[in-house]
């Protein structure tokens, strides 16, 4: 039995399942939403699958079609690819969930189909082995998400779309070029094979700045996010909720191993780092700051996450010294951001639906009414604040364990005024959804499922607090992190 | 210099002159058209210095990565013109309005 279960190739089912169904929901709509849950839900055993075959085999390779790695397209998968994957299918599977009573049939037609090809496309992302490859990856996940961002066709989304379409197609286009200069200096597109023909050289310097510019882009990063808090905020609420959690944080992804295997060993003490990490002071700082002056929970929530992103990239000044600390943490938050954000969306969207607005001062006595979605947004905030003993906890207080032991004290400032700010913004939030609004209104109902897809998600973000050990130690599959400390 | 070369040159002013036209055009179609002449740049980058070696013949792989390239620029292009036309009919004008934008 064990041994028929290690034989599968998990890898490619993760890959051609989602795009195998979403093709089946464009083509019988009216299989869309079983259909789509029931993959979402096979995505999450799949993903068990193989990493059950990483942990017994060690770090996983598929060479899609026999062919192996210069001339084929490898699929590739260690600790840090597992994460990410397994992030991808507990918040899918949570959104879609909530996504069954969420849209109407009409909807339901069109977000089924997109939303599979955009899981496929994060799958095959997490998977790839080479450059060009997640250049393809990139597109296909870029052009899905803005598809779901124009779903309504109202005219903030389809503007909100438009913006984000072109960020994101001069993002792409930015690291295609990168990619375009790498393979020409040094003949291959494979991240294994780069990481041992790198050398300083311009060449490297210019892929380095074409392609960081690119997927800061992409990341949203200060002063790069003007496009994420009109696409998150007028996108429904199932589809911001995967835009914040997933879509970023893959850009942030192909950035990190980039980061780690090409460019920050030959770069790494040349100040890029610190550059990366002013900006993330800079984006948490800046994101906080317009979080609290917002008066609509879903622009409040979007500009959250400009904040959040930015603690990801605190990581790099750290890591030259402190590597593996400053690494787990960059990961560790981004993956309770993922369950917490998704969470805090799909909350805004219930509120939505039983209120009619997302006005933060008209919220009207939301903890009596619908205690699980209030309860919810507690627990998200707690992760969002980094409030023992929530995921967000563990990734911030190893971020300021690293910049304690290296004396950076901007970094400690930065991170603990970031940390009250996010306080104030969410209790600006929860304070209003005990009182009564001025005007009363008549509630409308919101389904069982939509309140508890919100609060299992929430509670993945705290449970994650007590998980760091395992975790941690399945990040180190493949050593992904030790191998990024400086060359001589 | 050789030929090669000075076909990359172009492919970098190309990349330059859409990036400067995607900032300073207002009309989507003109930024749409931008994108276009930016990858069309990249392209050149690619196919140009896959024969950079004088004797040898060219380098197979770019000309595969140019050609995944332009089905994805195609597939972009659609989508982002039928955006544009649907932001034209939601707002009268094919243009985005400024105060998203801080």
Request: proline share 4%; hydrophobic share 60%.
């Amino acid at each position: 039995m064990a041994t028929i279960f290690l034989a599968i190739p998990w890898g490619v089912i993760l890959i051609l399942l989602p795009l195998a169904t979403g093709m089946i929901c464009f083509l019988w709509p009216k299989l869309a939403k079983i259909l789509g849950v029931m993959t979402t839900f096979a995505i999450v055993p799949s993903v068990v699958g193989l990493g059950w075959q990483i942990a017994s085999n060690g770090v996983y390779r598929y060479a899609i079609g026999g062919w192996s790695a210069p001339l084929g397209i490898e699929l590739y998968a260690d600790g840090l690819s597992l994460l990410m994957l397994a992030a991808t299918a507990l918040v899918g599977f949570g959104v879609s969930v909530y996504s069954v009573a969420y849209f109407e049939r009409a909807a339901a037609v069109r977000f089924w189909p997109i939303w599979l090809f955009l899981l496929a496309a994060l799958n095959a992302l997490f998977l790839s082995a080479d450059i060009f490859n997640l250049y393809v990856t990139l597109e296909l996940m870029g052009l899905a998400a803005v598809a779901l961002t124009a779903l309504t066709g109202s005219k903030e989304a389809l503007t909100g779309a438009m913006r984000y379409l072109l960020a994101t197609l001069l993002g792409s286009l930015s690291y295609l070029f990168g990619v375009a200069l790498l393979y020409l200096s040094y003949g291959s597109v494979d991240i294994a094979i780069l990481a041992t023909r790198v050398i300083a050289s311009p060449a490297v310097w210019a892929a380095l700045g074409l392609m960081g510019a690119g997927l800061l882009l992409k990341t949203a990063l200060f002063p790069l996010h003007f496009w994420l808090p009109p696409a998150h905020a007028s996108a429904p609420a199932p589809v911001s909720a995967l835009l914040s959690a997933l879509v970023v944080k893959a850009s942030f992804y192909i950035l990190l191993r980039l980061w780690l295997t090409i460019f920050g060993p030959l770069v790494g003490g040349e100040g890029v780092d610190t550059l990366l990490g002013l900006l993330g002071a800079a984006a948490v700082l800046w994101g906080s700051f317009q979080a609290l002056r917002q008066t609509r929970l879903k622009l409040l929530v979007a500009y959250s996450t400009v904040a959040q992103v930015g603690y990801l990239f605190l990581a790099f000044p750290l890591a030259a010294a402190a590597g593996v600390t400053a690494w787990s943490a960059a990961v560790y938050l981004a993956l309770s951001h993922a369950l917490a954000k998704a969470a805090m969306f799909l909350v805004a969207g219930n509120l939505l639906r039983f209120g009619g607005h997302d006005r933060i001062a008209d919220l009207d006595r939301v903890v009596q009414r619908l205690p699980l979605t209030a309860g919810a947004f507690a627990l998200a905030s707690v992760s969002i604040m980094g409030l023992p003993p929530s995921g967000g906890f563990i990734g911030k207080w190893l971020l300021l364990e690293a910049a304690l032991a290296q004396g950076r004290w901007g970094l400690v400032a930065v991170m603990i005024l970031g940390g009250l700010l996010a306080a104030t913004y969410v209790f600006k939030v929860l304070g209003h959804t005990f009182t009564q609004a001025d005007v009363p209104h008549e509630p409308n109902l919101v389904p069982a499922s939509m309140e508890w897809a919100a609060l299992l998600l929430a509670l993945g973000a705290v449970l994650l607090g007590f998980l760091a050990s395992p975790v941690l130690a399945l990040v180190g599959i493949g050593d992904v992190f030790s191998a990024s400390e400086v060359r001589p | 210099m050789s030929t090669a070369f000075l076909y990359a040159l172009v492919g970098v002013g190309l990349f330059c002159i859409g990036l400067y036209a995607l900032i300073v055009h207002a009309h989507l179609l003109r930024k749409i058209l931008a994108i276009n002449v930016m990858g069309s740049g990249v392209f050149l980058v690619l196919v140009a210095l896959a024969n950079r070696t004088e004797n040898l013949s060219p380098d197979p792989v770019p000309h595969a990565m140019v050609i995944t390239g332009i089905v994805v620029a195609i597939s972009a292009t659609a989508l982002a013109l039928t955006l544009m036309l649907k932001v034209a009919m939601e707002t009268g004008r094919a243009e985005l309005p400024d105060e998203g934008r801080e």
